[in-house]
Every structure is written in structure tokens, then in C-alpha cells.
């Protein structure tokens, strides 16, 4: 007589999705609201630990030479603020992710931060182009240049010992040549920015069909992420 074996491990998945299929419409709906519960909470844990979905480190940001670590806000100088704060926390609060669930199935999505979640999530580069007002600098080319000419200059990009120069300090230094000649030079310039792949939203097949189970077992409790972060990688 031949031997019999059974995997248990397929034997609950089994049972969880004939279970799965006798819920009715409103008890699926929670059930797979749970499974993107926790599918945030493992975004959550990516973001904590900077690592990406399969558990390699995520690119870190890329710091900029101190000359240029100085910016410019309402034509004041202030210092950036720490540049070394980890990656995406924000994106990660209950603000920005959102929810959408039925008795199917869920997206899990960034709302209004979408577009650079998606830059990011699929390495995608970013394109700038420059556009400027030439309009504004026409006059007596001999003149200093006034407050509307010397904020778009700084818009420009000009700067002054690497960084940008005060709007008032172009008015009494740079002429309306020297500036419509600046301008001229950098009208319609265009660069991409590269933008590594740093991937924090997305879980394995294991993980959802270890969650399902799981979930399934505590349908009938209070439901938090924190009773099942065993889960979590």
C-alpha cells in the first residue's frame, strides 16, 4: 500500500478559500479591507527600516554640496532643514493613503502624492524645462534691473558665490543687459532629473494568502495590525 501524504500548509489555504466563498457581500468587504490594513502597515515597516519590497535597502536621498544647502524663501536666507530625515515618511500617514475596498478586492493607493509615488515606484525620470518672461526685461538695457526683474532672475537661477542672490542686491549691482542676456541664455533649457527605484508599497503571494488565513481565523475580533505583525517582513 502506497503512502498518502497531505501538505497542511495547502490544505488551509484550501479551507480559507471555501470560506472565503460562503461569506456574504458585507463580510468579504471587511475581510479584504483587513488584507490592505495590513498591506499599509507593511508600507508602514518598508518606510521604518528605508528597504524596499524585496527587502534590499532603498536608495538613499542624495544630499547636496554645502554651497548649495542654502535656499531661498519670501527673499530671506534660511537653512534647509535636515536632508538625512528618512524617506517617505509622510507619504505613509492615514492623510495621504487611501482605501478603496469591495467584496473583491482593494487598491491601496497615495492619493493626492500618487504621481511621485509612482516616479518613485517605478524609477521614472523627471523632466524640467525653463520658461521665462523675456517681456520683462525690455526697456533701457543701461539700468539697474527693479524688483519684478531682479525676482525673476533669481527664478533663473542666478547665483551669487553658489547661492541665490537677494533680489535686492541684484537691483543695485546687475543692469537690464547683463540680466536680459542671462535670461536669453537659459530661456527653454530642459533636463531630466533620474529618480531611483525606491519600492515601499507592495506585498508577495505568500503574504496574502498568510494574511487571509490569519484574518480569516479572527474575523469575529476587533481587528489591529499590531495583533499580526509576526507577519510582516
Not at 542624495?62 to 527673499?75: D, F, S
Not at 505613509?92 to 469591495?102: G, I, N, Q, T
Not at 527664478?155 to 547683463?178: E, H, S, W
Amino acid at each position: 500500500m502506497s503512502n498518502i501524504t497531505f501538505d497542511l500548509q495547502n490544505v488551509d489555504s484550501l479551507l480559507h478559500n471555501m470560506s472565503r466563498l460562503k461569506m456574504k457581500p458585507r463580510e468579504r468587504k471587511l475581510y479584504v479591507s483587513r488584507i490592505a490594513r495590513m498591506v499599509i502597515a507593511q508600507a508602514k515597516k518598508n518606510v521604518k527600516e528605508q528597504k524596499n519590497v524585496d527587502g534590499s535597502p532603498m536608495e538613499p536621498r542624495k544630499r547636496k554640496p554645502p554651497k548649495q544647502r542654502a535656499v531661498y524663501n519670501n527673499y530671506k536666507f534660511r537653512r534647509w532643514k535636515k536632508t538625512h530625515k528618512k524617506m517617505f515618511v509622510d507619504m505613509v500617514k492615514s492623510s495621504y493613503l487611501r482605501v478603496k475596498a469591495d467584496d473583491w478586492g482593494a487598491v491601496v493607493s497615495f492619493g493626492k502624492a500618487t504621481m511621485i509615488a509612482e516616479r518613485h515606484h517605478y524609477g521614472s525620470n523627471q523632466h524640467f524645462s525653463l520658461k521665462i518672461n523675456e517681456s520683462l526685461f525690455s526697456g533701457n538695457d543701461n539700468k539697474l534691473c527693479n524688483e519684478e526683474q531682479a525676482k525673476e532672475l533669481v527664478r533663473c537661477g542666478y547665483l551669487v558665490n553658489g547661492v541665490f542672490a537677494d533680489p535686492k542686491l541684484i537691483q543695485k549691482m546687475i543692469t537690464v543687459r547683463y540680466a536680459k542676456k542671462f535670461v536669453q541664455d537659459r530661456n527653454n533649457d530642459s533636463w531630466n532629473i533620474p529618480t531611483p527605484k525606491r519600492q515601499i508599497l507592495g506585498v508577495t503571494e505568500k503574504q496574502v494568502e498568510n494574511f487571509g488565513i490569519e484574518i480569516m481565523n479572527s474575523m469575529c475580533e476587533k481587528f489591529s495590525y499590531k495583533n499580526h505583525e509576526h507577519l510582516l517582513k
